[in-house]
């Protein structure tokens, strides 16, 4: 069975410095979106990206994160500055085309320190 | 802006007993899901649920949703160590993006 994967699975950075954290989606599906969990909360969303281009954003990601699919296949969460309140688990999500279910990847866990 | 609430946040229960988590939300939506998280890891799904009146079983836990209500329950049937997690229920506000909107979360424990 297909499967969304993650890289890295844990990634560790100091406070300013970018990240980019890759998913590799099912291949076939069309949506995408991040979501974060700050330890110990709830899931939140952050960005929604279909047919190459964001189609929905929360408050949560604002010009310091970016999303693009460079080559067609990877789709990257891109933090620039990262601040303190960044560390969390990320989640690449995406559902297959028709389906109603969301897939998860395993995730990112960032730690900034 | 849409408000998914669960409860409870915490529940503690033995192995054989019956329980039941309720998610409500506050704006008109027929697409509910439920996952389970086990601790550092993702999320599983469980149920997808698209209509009022849905009702989904998958061994000891059972899904429903009232739209009208909005409102949906997961029950648990004679409790399991293994069924021990957090449970969340998740609602598509749709917005046309098909993004989730997230409860808090329920942590189960199971005791023997």
């Known amino acids: 069975e297909p499967e969304v994967t993650q890289t890295p699975s844990h990634q560790v950075t100091q406070m300013g410095q970018e990240v980019i954290l890759r998913c590799v989606p099912i291949?076939?599906?069309?949506?995408f979106y991040w979501y974060r969990q700050i330890l110990g909360q709830k899931v939140e969303f952050l960005v929604s990206?279909?047919?190459?281009?964001?189609?929905?954003k929360s408050e949560i990601f604002d010009d310091q994160f970016s999303v693009e699919r460079p080559d067609g296949s990877n789709f990257t969460l891109k933090i620039r500055s990262t601040k303190l309140e960044d560390s969390a688990m990320y989640f690449c999500?995406?559902?297959?085309?028709?389906?109603?279910?969301?897939?998860f990847g395993p995730g990112t866990r960032l730690t900034v320190l | 802006e849409l408000k998914v609430e669960q409860n409870p946040l915490f529940l503690s229960m033995q192995e054989g007993k019956n329980y039941t988590i309720y998610c409500n939300y506050s704006?008109?939506?027929?697409?509910l899901y439920w996952y389970r998280q086990d601790p550092g890891k993702s999320l599983e799904s469980l149920f997808v649920?698209?209509?009022?009146?849905a009702v989904k079983q998958e061994g000891r836990l059972m899904a429903s949703l009232d739209t009208k209500a909005r409102l949906s329950t997961l029950h648990i049937t004679a409790a399991v160590h293994d069924l021990s997690a957090t449970y969340f229920c998740?609602?598509?506000?749709?917005?046309?993006?098909?993004?989730?909107?997230f409860g808090k979360g329920t942590k189960l424990t199971v005791n023997p």
């Open positions: 999500a995406s559902p297959p085309p028709g389906g109603d279910e969301q897939f």
């Open positions: 291949s076939n599906h069309l949506y």
């Open positions: 990206f279909y047919n190459n281009e964001i189609s929905e």
């Open positions: 704006t008109t939506s027929d697409r």
């Open positions: 649920l698209l209509s009022n009146g």
């Open positions: 998740a609602v598509d506000p749709q917005s046309g993006s098909e993004k989730l909107v």
